[in-house]
């Protein structure tokens, strides 16, 4: 038959093997101990067990896995013949009679970082055994430790699929992978997601090391959804990510902690999204930093960066398009945001930028003149505060051009900053940019930050309960 489908692979360590599961296909698997053979070389499997082969698929979403003592070891079952028990797979294999091995089919991989299952994704820097879009999904409660860093070189496309490693939706308790003493995951291809666990290092010297790390063209359209990465404990990484010439990238719903650096992102990296996020309690250095890109667009909405030791967004190279829009950066050691370099096409809407040691924006760049007045720099609705170096350093230049849209010194009134609640008060409720909506108590209803606040229509109608809030966790721990 066609392989129309795109494979599924279980991933649950309480009862997961490292042999007789390819993770892919029934369950309990079908399996056999040294009972695995070719008659030649060829891609029909022979099994001497009498296994029942009647629950196998055969579009490709099923998977035999082949104990070989080097080479391939995961195929796509495409004919099942539960009569001569045999199946027909994607790949040519030559296991003699004489020397059968063990195999499995179906069943729960028990852990995704061990030398066999990482077979699925990479060897090496080719490809891993199913150079095709696939599921890899981590069930409740997994736990895993690896001390090999975990190679992505399998391919997905916007066409087809890509290539997936997700926590179980809605999960009890969220899968953990634990890269101790490595860095987490290496992405070299495009068209991944990764989404819905948590990585931690649990070595303390974190040396270089990772969550996620890539230099590589070849990375395009990769996205990052759900991820918790770091946790106090000294579980941080180095970097949560540390992505060279990386394009088209969606970072959103993540919460990034207790990382020296949160996001470094360098070289001629394009196109990111940055939004939802909660950010906290990173550092020495910055929690998010954006070295030189050639080509780069950042566009990052709706974060909450708070807490972090150092500057909590500094660009220290140019890059050629941002937008900063509905962040609350408030209570880092350092800067709130930080430029060193012309501010040609950057573009900031009703950020908070509270209460940091350094100052809220300090710019350490000369502009031309020309910048501030000609529309490609734009300060609106953003909301300077309490920062100790100073809201806006310089100060003149803003204040001569644009300060007027802008607040400064009014007291954004946080819930609770004790629990990390940045939701507003009511001063500057509505005050954001633009204001036009109508039939609220508060017309604008944008509030500036990251939080917005809930609010009833004139109609009766509840709209933008917490709008931007980096999942429903932050708000469920207050």
Known sequence: MALTAIPLFLVYSASGLDNYTSGAGPIPAVSGSLAAYTTSSGTTIN???????????????????????????????????????????????????????????????????????????????????????????????????????????????????????????GAAVIPTLNASG???????????????????????????????????????????????????????????FSLNDVNAVVLKNCELKYNKNAITIAATTQSWLILNNYIHHNGPNQAVVFNNTTNGRVTMLNNIIIDNSGTGIDFTGAIPYVILQGNTIAANSGNGINFNNNLDYTFCFNNIVANNVGAGVNI????????????????????????????????????????????????????????????????LAGSGYPQNRTGYAFPGYIDPGALQRQETSSSGTTINNYYGVARSRILGGL
């Not at 409660?141 to 001390?147: C, L, M, S």
């Not at 974190?206 to 918790?228: H, P, R, V, Y």
């Not at 734009?378 to 310089?394: A, D, K, R, T």
Request: aromatic share 10%; with cysteine.
């Open 47 to 169: 099994f001497s067990n009498n296994p029942d082969l009647s629950n196998i698929a055969q579009d490709g979403s099923h998977v035999l896995y082949l104990n070989t003592p080097s080479g391939r070891a995961f195929s796509r079952i495409s004919t099942v013949d539960n009569s001569a028990k045999t199946v027909v797979v994607q790949d040519t294999f030559l296991i003699g009679s004489g020397n059968p091995v063990d195999y499995g089919i179906g069943g729960y991989i028990g852990a995704i970082g061990t030398t066999r299952a990482s077979k699925l994704l990479a060897r090496g820097a080719s490809p891993g055994d199913l150079d095709v879009p696939m599921t890899i999904r981590f069930l409740s409660g997994h736990y895993e430790a690896f001390t090999t860093q975990i190679g992505i070189r399998s391919r997905g496309n916007i066409a087809s699929g890509a290539i997936i490693l997700e926590g179980e939706a």
């Open 364 to 427: 350490n760049a000369v502009q031309p003149s020309s910048i501030m007045t000609n529309g490609l720099c734009e300060f609106f609705g953003n909301v300077f505060f309490g920062n100790g170096s100073g809201n806006f350093v310089p100060s003149g230049m803003i204040l001569n051009n644009i300060g007027s849209t802008n607040y400064f010194g009014i007291d954004p009134g946080f819930n609770n900053t004790a629990i990390d609640d940045y939701r507003i008060g009511t001063r």
């Open 182 to 240: 490595v860095s987490g995951f290496n992405t070299m291809q495009n068209r991944a997601i990764f989404r819905n666990f948590k990585i931690i290092n649990s070595v303390a010297n974190k040396s270089t090391f990772g969550a996620f790390t890539a230099n590589s063209a070849n990375n395009l359209n990769i996205e990052f959804d759900g991820l918790i990465i770091g946790d106090s404990g000294n579980l941080g990484f180095a970097n949560a």
